[in-house]
């Protein structure tokens, strides 16, 4: 696993929750250093093991704290880039959701290593969208609903997801664009301020 994805699960836990927890599934998950390292790559079995220690130590199903660490890397102000990225993707959430296929690409462009499952977004019927992700490991499409619950907001689009379900490695999402404009959503611009 990329260091990039440890580092995110350490950074949710640190700015939502605080160090002292980190710590704690630190030693709950018995990692042999208390910080990930973002360029480095991990053995899949340590993200397992501390997305597990992070359920227990917030005492959550493990579903939900990764949907939440999916909305944190597109909302927290630290993870400011990532949501700019996510933003060049369209003017409205129904052009983000057509664009989730050059995901993995951009993605590539950011940091080269970085290899995220190939995404696929079908129009079932107006409004109606199931969000199709490939070769994912356990957790992606809860990972991917918090994303697609926090890009909701910032476009200030109502939307009803709901995981479909799993099989050999390929989850399914389903997306109900409600409302495309139902509240003002963050502001958003190409440049970036200076100062």
């Known amino acids: 696993m990329h260091g990039l994805v440890n580092r995110a699960v350490e950074g949710f836990v640190c ?3 605080g160090e002292e927890k980190w710590l ?4 709950r998950a018995r990692l042999e250093d208390s910080h990930f390292e ?6 899949d079995a340590i993200t397992i093991k501390t997305v597990t220690a992070v359920a227990e130590v917030l005492s959550r199903p493990a579903k939900e704290v990764l949907e939440d660490i999916g909305a944190y890397l597109v909302s927290h102000p630290k993870t400011e880039a990532l949501r700019r990225l996510m933003r060049f993707s369209g003017d409205s959430y129904e052009e983000f959701l057509q664009s989730l296929d050059d995901l993995p690409d951009r993605a590539r462009l950011a940091v080269s290593d970085l290899h995220l499952p190939r995404t696929e977004v079908h129009e079932q019927s107006a409004n109606q969208f199931t ?39 390929v989850e399914k999402l ?3 664009l409600l409302e495309a404009e139902f509240a003002e959503g963050r502001e958003f611009s190409l440049g970036v301020r200076a100062g």
């Open 174 to 176: 389903a997306v109900s």
């Open 131 to 169: 969000v199709t992700c490939f070769d994912t490991v356990p957790g992606y499409g809860s990972v991917m609903m918090g994303v697609l619950r926090a890009m909701a907001d910032d476009y200030g689009a109502l939307v009803f997801l709901e995981f479909i379900g799993h099989d050999a490695g």
């Open 38 to 43: 973002a360029m480095l790559s991990y053995d």
């Open 24 to 27: 704690e599934v630190v030693r």
């Open 15 to 17: 700015d939502s929750y």
